[in-house]
């Protein structure tokens, strides 16, 4: 692992794992050893412990019987619960950020669309991975409520380390996937509120999706092996 600077240190500590965690890079029920991530990184402990409790709260990690860490399990009913709370966070977003949207969005928008559009296109998953992130962010500042931003944000890792997972399996589907998108941001363009949470859920149903099959080949493929 990499040197980390003095400053905010547990920040860097959450950040550094967690994009390990969302490229697959640390597995799902990997373990997560306390010490030898305070060895590798040069710091004392503390920082490393409470950037586990961090990735715990996000459900990045959780608690083994003995008290440790390891990488989360990605759990078919566990992807449900996230998708049935996306979809009751951000059609609420992308409802009210058609009834508050300003002019001056839209320049940030329409590039944040041409970039995820540009990503399917070219296979960039990073690249469609970080447009889906920023559009989620800006969708819900401009909508403008702090506390679905709040929660939002929290449930954002893990939403990343799904996608991550499906699109690296089925990367010529996520255009049907994208296009809802495109379809809510036209909406919100034209200041339609239910048009704009409805494009919202055709999204989120087409990208669970996406998940299952990727992930039941994935299992498959586990078995044949």
Known sequence: MDQLSKNNLSDQIVDLISKKIIRQELKPGEAIVETQIS???GVSRSPVRDALHILEQIWLVERTPKG???VSMLTMENIQYLFETAVVLYQFAFSKAAEKVDPTDYPAL???MLRMEASIEGNDFELYITSVTQMAHKILEIAGNPMIERIARELMPTAERIQWASITMLPDQLKKVVSHVR?????IYKKQPDEAASA???FAAAHIEVVIESLNQSSEQTATN
Do not use: I, P
């Open 68 to 70: 440790g860490y390891q």
């Open 183 to 187: 379809r809510g941001v036209e909406s």
């Open 110 to 112: 329409e590039s944040l």
């Open 200 to 202: 919202f859920g055709d």
């Open 39 to 41: 060895k590798e990184l």
